[in-house]
């Protein structure tokens, strides 16, 4: 028989905090009458992450694991347990102890009125240098996507398995999940949860992770709005090139017949006017052909919530 409840928990040189979760999340859910499977996803750890969990899964058969080959990274270790995932709902949260399995339950009845319920760490205790980062991460993405939450990146939420595998997550997509399901039609929301400091081991987190973010928060912006659409970026960006390059053509053109001036007189502008009336064409062109691609793709456009008779 097929768990209610898929527990994913990568983890990352987390062999202090690897038993004591397992713990706390089988307190939790046997108190709660849940039947679950915990997958704990191995990241290329360099200490006894692994042999912990081998033992674990040696103890209780609901426990499984996947060990990467090397350090992959989140998004893989999210896409990796999503496809090993049985139960008809998936809980994500991090291996370092800072998120309470105490707060599952309080997920699942979310989850009655949500495809996506996302956890808010309030109040959040960790440093400031990760804190400031996070907050100025929230305040972009509220700006410019319609969904609107306090914490985009929480590991800690619950969603439901078909939303959850239907998501192509790399790089550092998994920053924006909550916008890549809201994407696909699925109802998100959000509750503050207890946010406890970590005690064992040493924080992932680095100041690399604001860069990549922010060339991630470009593509996810991209996804979001031109996916299908391509001419609407690459055609309007032409032709605003195209309108420019035609009004400095038009200002050296005026110099030469009205005021009689020679051509190398403005040579600058005369080239920045051709330069900008190819890079319209090229650009306009690229829309066209980003068109016939994305028409050619044999994609579902839609999701359908609900049918009846």
């Known amino acids: 028989m097929k768990p209610e409840l898929s527990i994913i928990i ?3 040189n987390e062999e202090q905090n690897v038993p004591l979760l397992y713990t706390e999340i089988t307190e939790v859910l046997s108190a709660a009458k849940r039947s679950y499977e915990i997958i704990y996803i191995d990241d290329g750890s360099t200490d006894k992450t692994f042999a912990q ?8 058969k609901r426990v499984r694991a996947i060990r990467f080959a090397k350090n ?5 270790a999210y896409m990796a347990g999503f496809a090993a995932a049985q139960g008809s709902v998936i809980i994500t949260m991090d291996a370092d102890l800072q998120d309470d399995p105490a707060e599952i339950p309080r997920f699942l009845e979310a989850l009655n009125d949500s495809d996506l319920v996302m ?5 959040r205790l960790d440093p400031w240098w990760k804190t400031i980062p996070s907050k100025v991460f929230n305040l972009l993405n509220r700006c410019l996507f319609r969904l609107r939450l306090h914490d985009y990146d929480c590991g800690f939420k619950a969603m ?3 939303a959850a595998k239907e998501l192509n997550l790399y790089g550092d997509l998994y920053r924006y999940l909550p916008i890549l399901v809201s994407r696909l039609g699925y109802r998100v929301s959000e509750i503050p949860v207890k946010h406890h ?3 064992f081991g040493r924080s992932k987190y680095g100041f690399k992770r604001i860069f990549t973010g922010a060339f991630d928060l470009i593509t996810v912006k991209f996804l979001s709005d031109f996916t299908q659409r391509p001419l609407h970026l690459f055609g309007g960006t032409g032709l605003v090139a195209l309108g420019l390059g035609f009004l400095a053509e038009l200002y050296v053109l005026y110099f030469r017949l009205v005021e009689g001036e020679l051509f190398v007189a403005h040579l600058p502008m005369l080239l920045l006017g051709i330069l900008l009336l190819v890079l319209g064409v090229q650009l306009f062109s690229l829309g066209l052909l980003g068109e016939l691609v994305s028409a050619s793709r044999n994609v579902q456009r839609y999701r359908i919530a609900e049918t009846l008779n």
Do not use: E
């Open 10 to 12: 990568p983890a990352r």
């Open 53 to 60: 969990i081998k033992q674990l899964c040696t103890k209780d």
């Open 72 to 76: 992959f990274k989140k998004s893989a």
């Open 119 to 123: 956890g808010w760490k309030h109040p």
């Open 160 to 162: 439901r398995a078909p």
């Open 197 to 199: 400091p970590r005690k």
